[in-house]
């Protein structure tokens, strides 16, 4: 069992299509954080949440940190061809050490 | 301010040959850590390492695999008589305290 698990595993959508990716865990969480990996490439840091009920915007993407702190989501706004990737949560321990879920390999097509 | 460089970006070896990855952290990082993909998968935590200091390994087949972090020059992930099973993107990531980690690009291992 992993400790997050993400979902759906898999999503392709039509360019301005709205989406929303979960990462849902039974473990309560400080903080969790949200990658991007674009194919060849490592993660890119999307965003940090560490209130219960935090929702912060970065452009169309819109990302929430459960008021429990046991889960998240991602949701994105009109998506581009650009936003093709694989999304990751994370949640940090005290070494900064990062235990990822298995990611949401999302593919938007024009 | 170069970011984490990894090398090679891609390495073929054969069945039973060594494997050697290198990761020069961020300047003025002193933490790094090593993490292994398999495709479709994400990220599996291997070995943390501090300056000349393994801090923790929990994640690292005990067989075959070593890391280092010497004083100076990169950090080392070594795989020693690889199996095709080790075929896998390697990642690693530098941190200091207050900061985000930042990743590299990551090398990719075939073994054939």
């Known amino acids: 069992t992993q400790l997050l698990e993400q979902s759906p595993q898999f999503l392709s959508i039509q360019e301005g299509e709205n989406l929303t990716v979960y990462c849902n865990s039974s473990?309560?969480?400080?903080?969790l954080q949200w990658y991007r990996q674009e194919p060849g490439e490592g993660p890119v840091l999307l965003v940090t949440v560490v209130t219960g009920g935090e929702v912060k915007k970065l452009k169309r993407l819109t990302f929430q940190f459960g008021d429990a702190r046991k889960d998240s989501s991602l949701h994105i706004t009109a998506a581009q061809p650009g936003d093709t990737g694989l999304y990751l949560c994370?949640?940090?321990?005290?070494?900064?050490?990062?235990?990822f879920g298995g990611g949401t390999r999302l593919m938007v097509k024009p | 301010n170069a970011g984490v460089m990894q090398n090679p970006r891609h390495l073929v070896r054969r069945r039973g040959q060594e494997a050697r990855l290198r990761c020069s952290p961020m300047?003025?990082?002193?933490?790094v850590y090593w993490y292994r993909q398999l495709p479709e998968e994400g990220l599996k935590f291997m070995v943390y390492l501090q300056k000349e200091n393994i801090i923790d390994e929990s994640g690292m087949p005990k067989e075959r695999f070593s890391a280092e972090f010497p004083k100076e020059g990169p950090s080392i992930l070594r795989i020693q008589q690889v199996v095709r099973g080790d075929s896998a993107a390697y990642f690693c990531?530098?941190?200091?305290?207050?900061?985000?980690?930042?990743f590299g690009q990551g090398t990719r291992l075939t073994v054939v």
């Open positions: 994370a949640v940090p321990n005290a070494g900064n050490m990062l235990t």
């Open positions: 300047k003025g990082h002193s933490h």
């Open positions: 990531a530098s941190w200091e305290q207050g900061h985000e980690a930042f």
């Open positions: 473990s309560v969480f400080s903080s």
